[in-house]
């Protein structure tokens, strides 16, 4: 199993930036796929974003695109989603996952993904 602790919530003004980080840790198979997702309540879990970790390669909302950056560090130990130009809408519970390569890496459905973070709040105001 893979475990996985987000920091870096908090607040901005629209336009604004922050960045989210989290901690990713446990076997290597289980976190091939490793992504951001938010939720807000009364609604369904969303998926931001997400990359394959031993490919590099990225997915991203069509939400977030243009705006929002995921990557990992060289160690792949983690995950960033830098986000730009913030909008009240990005207001959110956020959310780092985690799973093997099942369903290939992009596919960002939430229930796919197997393990979890505990979430960071990012509260943007107009």
């Known amino acids: 199993r893979v475990q996985l602790v987000e920091s870096g919530g908090g607040s901005a003004q629209t336009g604004g930036s922050l960045r989210l980080s989290c901690a990713i840790s446990?076997?290597?198979?289980?976190?091939?796929?490793v992504g951001w997702f938010r939720q807000v309540p009364g609604k369904i879990r969303e998926g931001v974003a997400d990359?394959?970790?031993?490919?590099?390669?990225?997915t991203y909302a069509d939400s977030v695109k243009g705006r929002f950056i995921v990557s990992q560090d060289n160690d792949k130990t983690t995950l960033y989603l830098s986000m730009n130009n913030l909008k009240p809408e990005d207001t959110a519970m956020y959310y780092c996952?985690?799973?093997?390569?099942?369903?290939?890496?992009?596919?960002?459905?939430?229930?796919?993904?197997?393990?979890w973070g505990q979430g960071t709040q990012v509260t943007v105001s107009s």
């Open positions: 446990g076997d290597a198979y289980s976190r091939q796929c």
């Open positions: 996952a985690a799973r093997d390569r099942r369903y290939r890496c992009g596919d960002l459905r939430w229930d796919i993904f197997i393990d």
């Open positions: 990359i394959d970790s031993e490919r590099g390669g990225t």
